[in-house]
């Protein structure tokens, strides 16, 4: 618990921390939210996931642009950060990579719409679109060099086609329940494998 100070007043970094703690919840809230709900989702549907009141949310995030907005940045922050715990964790750089696009379709997940959120704004989408490949591109770039250093996959590979090739496999999967972009992803990544060579037999 924090200590008050002599005026009884708990001090302003405690409220900073504690501001910044409801801040990460709600955002995390909302990411899981619009996944199951669009980001139209009833602002009082995001406060009872994150276990705060609606003033709060509000306090932070004054429209729901700037929400959408922050929780667009905040699912690219966690790609960013997956990229090197994901390379120097897993079995290979394939298996590192395979989880890194898994992680980047579930963010696409909560990009459906995002551009129906800010249509009133077409100056925040663009710059939007452009911290996305500013910031994910290179992490890409990271699995992909990596797993081509090993021998696990075909060296050519650009990260922003592989990027957008996987963005464009996830269009229309909520219009259709028959559609699993997953599958045609999987089959993606087998082919960007290195063949192997044919041995010989006598």
């Not at 907005?69 to 897993?90: N, W």
């Not at 719409?113 to 992490?139: C, I, K, M, N």
């Not at 990027?163 to 219009?175: A, E, H, K, P, Y």
């Amino acid at each position: 618990m924090p200590s008050e100070s002599p005026t009884g007043k708990v001090p302003t970094r405690s409220k900073r921390t504690d501001a910044l703690r409801n801040q990460q919840t709600v955002l995390t809230a909302a990411a899981e939210v619009f996944v199951t709900s669009g980001v139209d989702a009833p602002i009082r549907e995001i406060a009872a996931r994150a276990g705060v009141g609606m003033a709060t949310i509000y306090r932070h995030f004054p429209t729901r642009a700037d929400l959408v907005t922050a929780v667009y940045r905040h699912q690219i922050e966690a790609c960013v950060e997956a990229g090197p715990k994901l390379l120097a964790g897993s079995e290979s750089p394939f298996d590192a990579l395979r989880q890194w696009i898994d992680l980047f379709v579930d963010f696409l997940a909560t990009k459906h719409g995002l551009a129906d959120a800010l249509q009133s704004d077409s100056d925040r989408f663009a710059t939007l679109h452009t911290y996305l490949v500013d910031r994910l591109e290179p992490v890409s770039a990271q699995l992909l060099d990596a797993a081509v250093e090993v021998g696990e996959i075909r060296p050519g590979i650009q990260p922003y086609e592989l990027m957008r090739g996987i963005g464009n496999l996830c269009i229309g999967r909520d219009d259709d329940p028959r559609y699993d972009p997953r599958r045609l992803i999987e089959l993606l990544l087998q082919g960007l494998r290195q063949p192997r060579p044919a041995t010989l037999t006598t």
